[in-house]
C-alpha cells in the first residue's frame, strides 16, 4: 500500500487548525486604526464610512414641542367630565413652519388652534384632539369635544427623541442612509471617520487569462478566464476600501515575490487567490515564508481549507485557494470581518440565524463546513433553508444561487429533514 500524506480529502487531518482558533488568531495579530487614520469628510461624502468617534447631539429633537397628528390643539384641563360634550372657539390655525401666534384667550374661555402635523403648540396648550374625534360648526368658528378625549394626547415634546449633548452614534458604527438622515436632522454636516484601508490583491496561475486581454477570444486548451480577481474586486468595492489590482500573477516564485514587495509598498492588507496548497506550482505561501511571516495556512473547514494568514511588512496577508466558491466563503468568513475590524467597525460579522432545513445534507466529521443554501419562509412563517444542489467548490452557479451559507460545526456529519441548522444570511454580506 501507498502511504498517502495528508490531503484535502482527508476527514480529519494533524495540524488543521479549527475555524475559531484561527478567527481569534486573526483578531489577536490585526492592528486597529488610531488617531493619525482619522479624516473629516463632508456629511453627502460618508455613506458607508466607519466613524471614528462618538458624535452628540447639538441640539433637542424634537426642537420644540408640536402636535403629531392633524387636529386642534387645546388645554388638558378643559376635558369635558365622563357623558360630557363641550364647545370650544377655534382661535386660528397652527402650520408646520407657520406658528399660531394670535391670542389664545384665557382659562376662563374655552379655546382650540386648528394644528398641522409637525406644527408647534401654542403656548399653554398642551393636548390635541385628532381632527376625526371633533364635531366641526358649518362655519369652522367652534368645535366640540367629548369625555374620551385623553390628556397630553398626540403631543411630541421638545428633546423626546434625543436631548442635546446625547450620544447619538458611536464610534466604530457604519454611517448609512439612516445615521447620515440623523445627523443631517441635528444640523452636522461634516463627520469624524476613519481613512479607507487600503488593499491589494492579485491572483496567481499560469492558466488564468484577464478579460481586459482575452475577452472574447477562444482560449486554448488548459486555459481559463480569471474570474476570482472580478469577485475579488467586487467584495472589496463594497466594503469601501481603496484597491490596488496588482493583475494576474504567474507561477514563479521571482513574479510572485514581486508582486508581494509592490503590494507591501502601499497597502494595509494584501488577499491573493490561488497558489497556497502544497503543490510544485504554488509559490504564495512559501514567497511569505520566506519575506514575512505566517501564522497558519491549513483550516479544518470546506471549502477552503488552505487558507494562509499572514504578515509582510506592516500589511496583513490572505492567501485564499483558488476554486471559485472557496474564495467566497473564506473571504466573507475571514477577510471580510478583518477589513472591517481594521477600518475601524465595531460590527464586523453577519449574525447567524436558526432556521429548519429542508434537504438531507452530508459532510464529514471534524471539520466545518460552509454549505450555499437559499433562505426563505414557509406557510407559517418559519425561517426554512434548502441546499442549492451540488457543493463543490468550483461549482459557482451554487453561489450565484444561494442567499445565505448554511453552517455545519465539526461535529456534525449529517442533516435530516425537519432538523435546525444555522445559517449566515448574505443580506448585508453580498
Not at 12 to 41: F, K, W, Y
Not at 208 to 224: F, I, V
Not at 287 to 313: D, S
Not at 408 to 423: F, H, K
Amino acid at each position: 500500500m501507498i502511504e498517502k500524506a495528508a490531503s484535502c480529502e482527508d476527514v480529519t487531518e494533524p495540524g488543521l487548525m479549527p475555524v475559531e482558533s484561527a478567527l481569534a488568531r486573526i483578531r489577536s495579530l490585526l492592528p486597529q486604526p488610531d488617531d493619525t487614520a482619522i479624516e473629516e469628510v463632508p456629511l453627502d461624502k460618508a455613506l458607508g464610512r466607519i466613524l471614528s468617534r462618538d458624535l452628540t447631539s447639538p441640539i433637542d429633537v424634537p426642537g420644540y414641542t408640536n402636535s403629531a397628528m392633524d387636529g386642534y390643539a387645546i388645554r388638558a384641563a378643559d376635558i369635558p367630565d365622563d357623558g360630557q360634550t363641550l364647545s370650544l372657539q377655534v382661535a386660528g390655525t397652527a402650520w408646520a413652519g407657520r406658528p399660531f401666534n394670535g391670542d389664545i384667550g384665557s382659562v376662563d374661555s374655552p379655546t382650540a388652534v386648528r394644528i398641522m402635523t409637525g406644527a408647534m403648540m401654542p403656548h399653554t396648550l398642551d393636548t390635541v384632539v385628532i381632527q376625526e374625534h371633533v364635531e366641526m360648526a358649518p362655519d369652522g368658528a367652534t368645535i366640540k369635544i367629548d369625555s374620551t378625549v385623553k390628556s397630553g394626547s398626540h403631543v411630541r415634546h421638545a428633546g423626546e427623541d434625543i436631548k442635546q449633548g446625547e450620544t447619538v452614534l458611536s464610534a466604530g458604527e457604519h454611517l448609512g442612509p439612516a445615521q447620515l438622515g440623523q445627523l443631517a436632522s441635528l444640523g452636522i454636516n461634516r463627520v469624524p471617520v476613519y481613512q479607507r484601508l487600503k488593499v491589494a490583491f492579485f491572483t496567481t496561475g499560469d492558466e488564468l487569462r484577464s478579460l481586459e486581454e482575452y475577452a472574447g477570444q477562444a482560449l486554448a486548451p488548459g486555459e481559463l478566464f480569471d474570474s476570482n480577481r472580478y469577485t475579488l474586486r467586487a467584495m472589496l468595492e463594497r466594503l469601501g476600501v481603496e484597491i490596488f489590482d496588482l493583475g494576474v500573477v504567474a507561477d514563479n516564485p521571482d513574479d510572485t515575490r514581486d508582486a508581494f514587495m509592490r503590494a507591501a509598498e502601499t497597502a494595509d492588507l494584501i488577499v491573493t487567490s490561488g497558489g497556497v496548497s502544497a503543490g510544485q506550482a504554488d509559490y504564495v505561501t512559501r514567497t511569505i515564508h520566506e519575506i514575512g511571516e505566517v501564522g497558519f495556512w491549513k483550516i479544518a473547514m470546506r471549502p477552503g481549507r488552505p487558507l494562509a494568514f499572514g504578515t509582510l511588512g506592516n500589511s496583513v496577508f490572505f492567501g485564499l485557494p483558488g476554486n471559485p466558491v472557496a474564495v467566497m466563503v473564506a473571504f466573507y468568513e475571514f477577510v471580510q470581518p478583518a477589513i472591517l475590524s481594521m477600518s475601524g467597525a465595531t460590527k464586523t460579522q453577519v449574525d447567524v440565524v436558526s432556521a429548519i432545513c429542508q434537504s438531507a445534507l452530508r459532510k464529514s466529521a471534524g471539520r466545518t463546513e460552509y454549505q450555499r443554501g437559499v433562505l426563505s419562509l414557509d406557510a407559517e412563517g418559519n425561517s426554512v433553508v434548502e441546499s442549492t444542489g451540488k457543493q463543490g467548490a468550483g461549482r459557482l452557479t451554487s453561489m450565484v444561487m444561494a442567499n445565505c451559507l448554511i453552517i455545519l460545526p465539526p461535529e456534525v456529519d449529517s442533516v435530516v429533514p425537519g432538523q435546525r441548522v444555522m445559517v449566515r444570511p448574505f443580506f448585508g454580506m453580498v
